[in-house]
Each structure stands twice: as structure tokens, then as C-alpha cells.
């Protein structure tokens, strides 16, 4: 049992912030994790990137970057302000370059088109919103790179175009093991435990886990990733769902990265080559790490793969040297997470719908239930805040200054 008044479910970041928001304004609160700890999973194991909208140019549209804009704005202020702490300069990367693939979905002269208007907005949002990116409104630039020019920054081959952006990511590691003392310091209990449904009873929320333990609260948030939508069933209508698991080489104490560029490939073949400050490295190669994918809204099983064929695999989609990940005295392993998003089919396709990624919304779906969409990274704080104020009004217990 719990004497909760909301039950969070989920310990990603949105959940854990949404607890830590909750706890400081007066609410007792109890995460829900099948962890049994917070920033485990999808949270932990990710590239970090603070999206600004440059990625997202396989469509006109400019939606998506606006959306990321939002997060990208409150990402460090609520970050800093949670945890009481700056995240150290050293857990980020530099300004991360695109690279244009000679095989992209896309001619280069259109996403450069689209890479300008994303900017426009980066400039003029940069100007009001101090904390958007590291560096201040004045490093807010992107420059169009010759291809020799990005290969020798960047270690990368098979560039038809590229341009600098002031997009950053920072290690998830670091971010993680901050938050796990920001809910930590709180006291903020942690249940261990999968949720596989929710029901109404009178004035309460019963929350089922798969042990049978049942926990009640007057309010739940629904803060959970690939099985989010399922546990909303009954409460909201069922919306195409892509759910992907996606691996990456993880490694620390890098010493081989020194100097190199982070960058992203699009669109098409996806590849990231992150190395931050601190020696932290991550890469991944979207055509051998996306390993199961369902567009069912069910989250798909995790085949077994061999650790050591991924990393091959994935330094030679990125043309990297084989042992280029023995050059430091840290770790090197695979790991990876569930990528959720609205939509369906494969993002190396044109057509794909999961090239918007502009709806992410928190929504109270019936009186004290709210259900937050499963966006990136960035918009985690955004949609944490939204989230935390509908519980609150439930509550009537207090609210945002």
C-alpha cells in the first residue's frame, strides 16, 4: 500500500521530475518503477541530445522545431533548478555538425533550405530564452561546411553536405546520476514494480502491478515510456503508436574522440558520432542498431544480440577503426532503449509520419489520471511542468509560482 497522493509512474526524467515539482510544492508522492530506481532506461541510455529542431527536416513544416525549441528553452533552468546544480561544461559535446549522407532521402539543397528555416526560429527564440543553448544568443550560429572540411572535423566519409549547428547533447550518465540524487534528497520513495493497468474506485486511482500488489492514490501520473499508451487504454482513444528498441555503444574514459566533432547523419541511414568533454562516447548506426520494432502501440521483444557483432557493426557503418574504442581506460558496452513515438513505419522513408514529431502533450484523460506523451529528451521538463500542474489542480494543494 502507499499513502501517496499521486503515484508517478515511471522513473524516466519526465517522472522524476514530475515527482521532484510535485514533492516541492506540497504533495506526497511515490514513483512507480519496474526498476525499483529512478533513470534506469530509455532515460539513461540515450545520446543526450538537446534537440533544437534540426533534426527533424524531413518535412516543410517547422512544427516539430518549435515544439523542441519549447523544451530546449526550460531544459537547463528546470534541470538546474531540480537538482540545485549546474550541469557541469565538461558532461557536453561541442556544436554537433548534420551531415547530408550521399545516399539521403533528401538533395542536400532542400534540407539545407529547411535547416535555415529551423534556424530562423533557433535566432530569434535564442534572443529571449537565455538558457536555450550553453553559451548564450551569441553561439547561436550554423555554418555550411565543404564536405572535405566536415570529413576532416568530423572522421566521417560519405558526405554530400554538412553545416554546424549550435545544437548541443550532454552525457546522460551525468544528467541521470544527478537526477537520482535530486529524488533521492527528497525522499521520494521508489516502488519497484510493472504496472499493467489502472482502474477508478469511488475518489481513488487504483494502480495494478504484475506481482498482484495493488497501490491506490487520488491521482496518478502516467509517466511510463513503451507501455504507456496500453495502460491509457479505456481512457483515451488508441492512436497509431511506433515503438522501436534501439541500441548504441556506450563508453567512458575515451581518450581516441579527442578533437572530433560530434555529429549526426540524416536522413535516411542515421548515425551519430558523440564524443563529450568528460571522455563520455556515444554511437550509433540506425540501419544495424534498430534491432525490433512494433507499430502496434505493443512494445516489441528484444531479440539477444551479440555485444560484440553490435560494435562492429555499428563503428563500421560509421566508418570508424575497429579498436578505436580501446584507446582510454574506461568501459565500452552496448545498451539501449524502447523509442516511442506517434505514428507508424519506417523513418528511412519519405512518407513516414514519424518524420513530425510535434505532438507531445501532458492531458488529464479523466478527473486525477494524466497521461504525458512520450516526446524526446528535450521536451522531458516541458511536459514534466504540464503534468505536475494538472495533478496539483486535482489536488487543489497549490500550484507554480
Request: hydrophobic share 45%; net charge negative; glycine share 10%.
Amino acid at each position: 500500500m502507499s499513502d501517496a497522493q499521486v503515484l508517478v509512474a515511471g522513473g524516466g526524467l519526465t517522472g522524476s521530475l514530475a515527482a521532484c515539482m510535485l514533492h516541492d510544492r506540497g504533495a506526497k508522492i511515490a514513483i512507480v518503477d519496474a526498476a525499483g530506481e529512478v533513470m534506469q532506461r530509455a532515460s539513461r541510455w540515450n545520446e543526450g541530445k538537446i534537440h533544437l529542431g534540426y533534426t527533424y527536416v524531413g518535412t516543410d513544416s517547422t512544427q516539430t522545431a518549435e515544439l523542441m525549441l519549447a523544451g530546449a528553452a526550460t531544459f537547463l533552468p528546470t534541470i538546474e533548478r531540480v537538482t540545485g546544480a549546474a550541469i557541469p561544461d565538461q558532461a557536453f559535446t561541442s556544436p554537433i555538425t548534420y551531415i547530408v549522407d550521399r545516399n539521403s532521402l533528401f538533395p542536400p539543397d532542400v534540407l539545407w533550405a529547411r535547416s535555415c528555416a529551423v534556424h530562423a526560429l533557433v535566432r530569434a527564440a535564442a534572443d529571449g530564452a537565455p538558457g536555450l543553448i550553453p553559451g548564450g544568443a551569441d553561439c547561436a550560429t550554423m555554418v555550411r561546411l565543404d564536405p572535405d572540411e566536415a570529413a576532416e572535423a568530423t572522421g566521417q566519409q560519405n558526405i554530400a553536405a554538412a553545416w554546424t549547428t549550435p545544437e548541443r547533447a550532454l552525457s546522460a550518465r551525468v544528467l541521470s546520476e544527478q537526477i537520482e540524487v535530486a529524488v533521492r534528497a527528497r525522499g521520494i520513495p521508489v516502488i519497484p514494480g510493472r504496472v499493467v493497468r489502472v482502474a477508478r474506485t469511488a475518489d481513488q486511482w487504483r494502480m495494478e502491478l504484475e506481482s498482484g500488489e495493488s497501490l491506490q492514490a487520488p491521482s496518478i501520473v502516467n509517466a511510463l515510456w513503451e507501455s504507456r499508451s496500453a495502460i491509457d487504454a479505456g481512457l483515451a482513444p488508441a492512436a497509431p503508436t511506433s515503438i522501436r528498441w534501439k541500441a548504441g555503444v556506450f563508453a567512458t574514459g575515451q581518450t581516441a574522440f579527442a578533437g572530433v566533432a560530434p555529429s549526426t547523419r540524416i536522413l535516411g541511414a542515421y548515425g551519430d558520432v558523440t564524443p563529450y568533454a568528460n571522455g563520455d562516447v556515444y554511437l550509433s548506426w540506425y540501419p544495424s542498431n534498430m534491432i525490433a520494432r512494433s507499430d502496434t502501440g505493443t512494445a516489441p521483444d528484444v531479440p539477444a544480440f551479440d555485444e560484440t557483432v553490435m560494435k562492429r557493426r555499428t563503428l563500421e557503418g560509421l566508418r570508424l577503426p575497429h579498436d578505436i574504442l580501446l584507446e582510454g581506460d574506461g568501459r565500452v558496452e552496448v545498451r539501449g532503449g524502447y523509442v516511442v513515438a506517434r505514428g507508424h513505419g519506417d523513418i528511412r522513408v519519405k512518407e513516414s509520419p514519424l518524420h513530425d514529431r510535434s505532438r507531445a502533450f501532458a492531458t488529464e484523460l479523466a478527473p486525477g489520471y494524466v497521461s504525458v506523451d512520450t516526446g524526446k529528451l528535450t521536451t522531458a521538463p516541458l511536459l514534466a511542468e504540464r503534468a505536475a500542474r494538472l495533478a496539483l489542480a486535482h489536488l487543489e494543494i497549490g500550484d507554480f509560482a
